[in-house]
């Protein structure tokens, strides 16, 4: 990427009754069912995934959605995400609390900053009344420092839907009351428009992220269909140009948004990584440690309990604590520890290091 270096300096729950005419057992400590559990932790991934693609390729993200900043960015300073004030960035709407999602320090070639709060909605129609959400923390922003810093130009705003939001609600905020007007406009990004097939063309990065949510969306419930994108899109990323850390971005996104469920089409799966594999291909390992590790010890566990020994149980904690180590490997690798001092410190032979390595440079 071009223009600019990115910096991160710091990196009324419902009844219980409702839950279960859904079927989802209640937890006794939180009263919240398992089913409401998983689609929380579910939703909690897909928002950690997308925060981390706008962090990644912030500068590649403002082209598409506001190309005027883009180009008036000064490439020979930092973009800032100002995680400090973000968490002073809190409104209430209907009396529930809403927090916005990155809030960067934007330097501009006028020597002045502008503050860009960006947010995104990824839950669909929840979260209350959106151009008023976005009103709100524009002003917020204004109303606490603006005025204080002199080195800010303006404090600007835009959204990233990447689903479709209720239709009786506006793309803008409009407030009349008794002669006042008050009107305030956006930029914003809709998913649901762009067109897949051009994305996935595009040697944009953020492109293929665009693509894979929006191959999400056309997925819908047809969880074959999304395990057919999934590996498509994972066959073509190792023709990509791109470095280890952008590959595994984008990877981390696809695999979160297009992941199967069932068990049938997990094992299918399974076996396409395995087959890559074998075929000496690329397989982003961070991702697979979480996945292996999870598995590894869930199959363990159920071995065990079936036969009445420990046998699988401890199968499934060794492969987890591989592939754990192989995690750690890799982040010493990011930190350009040399290889001895691998070996030395973290559980793991010599072979699996090589083929760590070797699985990095393709």
């Given at each position: 990427m071009s223009g600019g270096r990115v910096n991160d300096i710091d990196d009324g729950t419902k009844k219980q009754k409702s839950r279960a005419k859904r079927g989802s057992a209640p937890d006794t400590a939180t009263g919240i069912g398992e089913a409401e559990l998983l689609e929380k932790e579910e939703r909690r991934r897909i928002d950690e995934c997308w925060r981390m693609i706008f962090k990644k390729f912030f500068l590649l993200l403002l082209r598409r959605i506001m190309p005027s900043l883009a180009e008036d960015v000064d490439g020979s300073r930092e973009v800032v995400f100002l995680e400090r004030e973000m968490e002073d960035l809190t409104v209430y709407i209907d009396g529930d609390r809403q927090v916005a999602d990155i809030l960067a320090r934007v330097p501009t070639r006028s020597g002045r900053d502008v503050w860009l709060l960006l947010h995104a909605e990824i839950q669909g129609p929840g979260g209350g009344d959106l151009p008023t959400r976005m009103f709100c923390y524009n002003s917020t922003l204004r109303v606490t420092h603006l005025k204080e810093k002199s080195d800010i130009a303006d404090v600007v705003s835009c959204a990233v839907l990447t689903a479709k939001r209720p239709s009786a609600?506006?793309?803008?905020?409009?407030?009349?009351?008794?002669?006042?007007?008050?009107?305030?406009?956006?930029?914003?990004?809709?998913?649901?428009?762009?067109?897949?097939?051009?994305?996935?063309?595009?040697?944009?990065?953020?492109?293929?992220?665009?693509?894979?949510?929006?191959?999400?969306?056309?997925?819908?419930?047809?969880?074959?269909?999304?395990?057919?994108?999934?590996?498509?899109?994972?066959?073509k990323l190792d023709a990509k140009g791109w470095t280890h850390d952008e590959k595994l971005a984008i990877f981390r996104l696809t695999d979160t948004l297009l992941h199967p469920k069932s068990p049938e089409l997990r094992k299918s799966y399974d076996d396409f990584r395995e087959e890559r594999r074998k075929e000496g291909k690329t397989v982003l390992l961070s991702i697979v440690e979480e996945r292996a590790q999870e598995r590894g010890e869930k199959i363990g566990e159920k071995r065990g309990e079936k036969r009445g020994e420990k046998r699988g149980e401890k199968r499934g904690e060794k492969r987890?604590?591989?592939?754990?180590?192989?995690?750690?490997?890799?982040?010493?690798?990011?930190?350009?520890?040399?290889?001895?001092?691998?070996?030395?410190?973290?559980?793991?032979?010599?072979?699996e290091l090589d083929k760590l390595i070797e699985s990095r440079r393709n």
């Open positions: 609600e506006e793309d803008r905020y409009l407030r009349e009351s008794y002669g006042n007007r008050m009107l305030y406009e956006y930029p914003m990004l809709k998913l649901w428009e762009l067109d897949a097939d051009a994305l996935e063309e595009s040697d944009n990065p953020f492109d293929w992220a665009l693509c894979a949510g929006k191959r999400a969306l056309e997925g819908g419930r047809d969880e074959r269909l999304k395990l057919d994108y999934l590996k498509g899109f994972i066959d987890g604590a591989t592939m754990k180590a192989l995690a750690v490997a890799a982040r010493m690798l990011d930190r350009g520890e040399p290889r001895e001092k691998i070996l030395d410190y973290v559980e793991i032979s010599p072979k």
